[in-house]
Every structure is written in C-alpha cells, then in structure tokens.
C-alpha cells in the first residue's frame, strides 16, 4: 500500500506520555508496509508501555538505556547509534515538551537524545502534551528551533487530553503520523520541485438545499493518486468534491462540492501546476434553477429542467495551445460503460490531452466502489497500453511512474535519504 516505505530503516522514539500507547499502532502500519522500525523508548515511556509490546510488533529489539548492548550478527555492540546513522527517518511519537527542549538543547542525556543527536536525516516530531505545556513560550520557541534546523511536525490536533480537559496538545493519529511519514520519506523524489494537482470525487449539483444530482463515484482512485504523488516528491494538491474515502496526509486539501467550485479551484492552480490529472466525476449537467427552500411533495409530476457545466479538462487543454506558463501534462479518465475505445480516443483529441486511462465502470471489478481497476492508457501520439486488473493504488502508482517517465525524471537521484548498504540488520 505505500511502496515508499518498504526496505526502509524507521527509528522511532517514543518519550513518556500516555500517547505512548498509540505509538503501538504507527509501529505495527509502519512494520506492515514492510519498513524496519527500531524503537527507542525513554524510561518514562516504558511506564507507559512496555517495550516487550514494541518489539513484538517490530519483531526487533527495543533499546531503553545507554549502556545496553545490541545483539548485532552475533556480536554485541552499541547499536542504536549506528542504526540512527543509517536511519531513513526518525520519528519521535509522542515527543513530550521536555524530549522537544532536550531536542532544541542539543542534550544528550539518555538513548533517546544520545541517538536523536548524532543524526543527520529527515526527522518528524509528533508533539502530545497538555495545552498549557504546548502554547508555552518555551515550547513555542523550541519547536521553532527545530523547525529552522528543518524538523517536521505533525499535530498536535485539539481535543480531550489526558486531564479530561478539551485543547490543543492532542497527538496526531498513527494514521496521519503514518502518512506523514510517508510524505518525509519520499521528498527529494523524482517529482521533487513539482506540483501535481489531482480532481477527485463525484460533484454534487443541487437541486434544492437538501438534495442535489450526483454520481456513484467515491474518489478512491484520485485520492490514490495523489497519495502516489506525494510519495515521488510531488507537491501535491487535491481538488474534491466529497469523498468516500480519507483523503491522504501530507498534501493540499481543496473541498468543493459543485462542477463550478471545482473548475474556479484548478482555474485558480492552474499557473503554479506541473501536472493535471483529472480523476474527478463531473457532473455534465446541473439542474437550471436550485431551489433556496426544500421543494415540497405533491401529486403532479416534478421536471427538473438542467443545463451544462464547464468541462474542466477541456477548457485547461484548449487553454495550452495559448502560450503562457501551464501544466506540462494533462492527464484524464474516461469512465465509460460502451463505446470503450473510441470514447477514450475521442477525449484525449477533444480535450488535448496527453494520456486518457479508460475504464470499464460497468465491469464488476473495475467500477466506482471497488479497490480494484483495469485500465488501459491511450497516449498522444497513438500509443496504447492494456494492464492488467490492479489495486487502485497500483494502478496509481503505475501512472505516477509514467508521469515520472514523460517528464524524463527516471533517472532522478533522490537528494535526501540516509540509507546505506553495510547495515547492521538486527
Ligand atoms: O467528458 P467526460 O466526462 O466523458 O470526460 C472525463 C474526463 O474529463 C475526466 O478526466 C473528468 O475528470 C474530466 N471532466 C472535467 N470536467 C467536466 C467533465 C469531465 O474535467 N465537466
């Protein structure tokens, strides 16, 4: 599901707050997408959780002191420094506001700071603590600190705290630290300095404050997308109309709910994008006249009268024969039931696209609701390509790396990362 962390090295610490606990979850969907995690805990935090949960989980030794040794290829050794050295990232999940001072201090006082401090890489802080902790001038200025030095963070997020009370101080969910981990890891990526817009979802036009005209489709497909840009690098925005699905962590959320909405917000994107990728359903039509009021039954038949939307991606291609700063690539999907072919043709010509994915929607396996797609990739310039049933996230992926191919990134050397080959690997 996120390729972007497999094979990677993963310290994560884990300082002591009673977040702890939902550290257990980010250390499983980590391991799960195939990264190594080691885990460090401080000594408060081992109060909070016992390390024996962690290294369950990680299926790897957890360290908690300095002066413990590590089983390394049968020798015994000092290891987490040299993993923190060969570490692809660190994430500190929850870091109270005494791990994000010690931080900002630049002590080394237990395994936790020793390690945190002899590292040079990417590294994503989770803050949890109570808001009166959080909003100290002290803690604002240490995160600052780290933030100058290049740290990320993620959260906190409001809501109840530990002390019952409501605030900001809340840690971010392991889902979100997750997909922000992703996001940190893939940046310097072959999309890096790029920014990608995807439309996504089914629009709603409506027909009177309660009801509207839509369609089936749920958004799964673009929200795939841009998770995969993201996860080459990409600045990543996502237009959408309501979706189905939790949208990705880590990248630009533009809600609309109409075809009108939608085509003032990629309008408004439109010179600062890269790439366009048109997953969105749009509604064709809207009806005439919304009604300001909930329209009443009653015996006689209702009409509604509707007329056109905007068609967004025809408009940004007959945009780009015009010169002026423009997305490289415009990409479209043509959900068809018949016709498949030629309606897929006839889109990549009328829109002036440079690659249409066609999918069969009446097929059970390729329609709105299912995590599956059969496509097939119609290029300008007459090249076409059938591939075989996918995930959606496959699918995504495998269209991010022909994006990465058309824009003649293939060969990009990632500028960030930490990995090296002679590792230790327990
Ligand atoms: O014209 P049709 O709806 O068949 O084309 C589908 C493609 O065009 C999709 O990529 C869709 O997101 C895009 N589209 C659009 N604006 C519309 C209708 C469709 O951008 N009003």
């Known amino acids: 599901m996120a390729p972007i962390l497999s094979g990677k090295r993963i310290m994560l610490g884990i300082s002591g707050g009673i977040a702890a606990y939902k550290s257990v979850t980010l250390a499983s969907r980590l391991t799960q997408a195939n990264a190594m995690v080691d885990v460090i805990m401080t000594h408060s935090a081992a109060k909070f959780v016992a390390p024996v949960t962690f290294q369950a989980i990680t299926q790897r030794s957890v360290a908690t002191d300095t002066f413990e040794f590590w089983h390394d290829a049968g020798r015994l050794r000092i290891g987490h420094v040299a993993l923190a050295h060969a570490a692809d990232l660190f994430v500190i999940a929850p870091a109270t506001a005494h791990t994000i001072a010690r931080l900002a201090l630049g002590l080394s006082d237990d395994l936790l700071s020793i390690t945190a401090l002899s590292y040079k890489g990417p590294m994503l802080l989770a803050p949890a603590m109570e808001t009166n902790m959080w909003t100290h001038p002290a803690t604002m200025r240490n995160v600052e600190i780290l933030q100058d030095w290049g740290v990320d963070f993620v959260g906190p997020a409001e809501g109840r705290l530990a002390s019952g009370e409501v605030g900001e101080g809340r840690v971010a969910e392991p889902e979100e630290i997750f997909e922000e981990a992703c996001k940190v890891i893939g940046r310097g990526g072959p999309l890096d300095g790029l920014r990608v817009v995807i439309t996504a979802g089914g629009t709603r036009e409506p027909i009177d404050p309660v009801r509207f005209v839509g369609n089936h489709s749920t958004g799964k497909m673009g929200a795939a997308l841009a998770r995969a840009a993201r996860d080459l690098g990409a600045e990543t925005v996502l237009v959408h109309a309501p979706l189905a699905?939790?949208?990705?962590?880590?990248?630009?959320?533009?809600?609309?709910?109409?075809?009108?909405?939608?085509?003032?917000?990629?309008?408004?994107?439109?010179?600062?994008?890269?790439?366009?990728?048109?997953?969105?359903?749009?509604?064709?039509?809207?009806?005439?006249?919304?009604?300001?009021?909930?329209?009443?039954?009653?015996?006689?038949?209702?009409?509604?009268?509707?007329?056109?939307?905007?068609?967004?991606?025809h408009e940004v291609g007959s945009q780009r024969e015009k010169s002026g700063p423009g997305p490289k690539l415009v990409i479209g999907f043509a959900a068809e039931t018949n016709d498949l072919e030629a309606n897929a043709v006839a889109k990549l010509k009328g829109k002036n696209l440079d690659l249409v994915v066609l999918n069969d929607v009446s097929a059970p396996d390729s329609g709105f609701a299912v995590d599956t797609n059969r496509v097939t990739l119609f290029e300008r310039g007459g090249n076409r390509e059938a591939w075989p049933l996918m995930s959606k996230d496959e699918v995504a992926q495998a269209i991010m790396q022909r994006v990465v191919v058309r824009l003649g990134r293939l060969d990009w050397k990632r500028s960030m990362g930490n990995s090296q080959d002679n590792l230790p690997t327990d």
Do not use: C, F, N, W
């Not at 359903?281 to 056109?308: F, G």
């Open 245 to 313: 699905v939790h949208p990705p962590g880590g990248i630009t959320l533009v809600p609309v709910h109409t075809a009108q909405q939608m085509h003032t917000a990629v309008m408004e994107e439109l010179s600062k994008t890269d790439v366009l990728i048109g997953a969105a359903a749009v509604a064709d039509y809207r009806p005439t006249d919304s009604s300001d009021y909930k329209l009443k039954k009653s015996p006689q038949q209702q009409v509604i009268s509707l007329e056109r939307t905007p068609d967004i991606l």
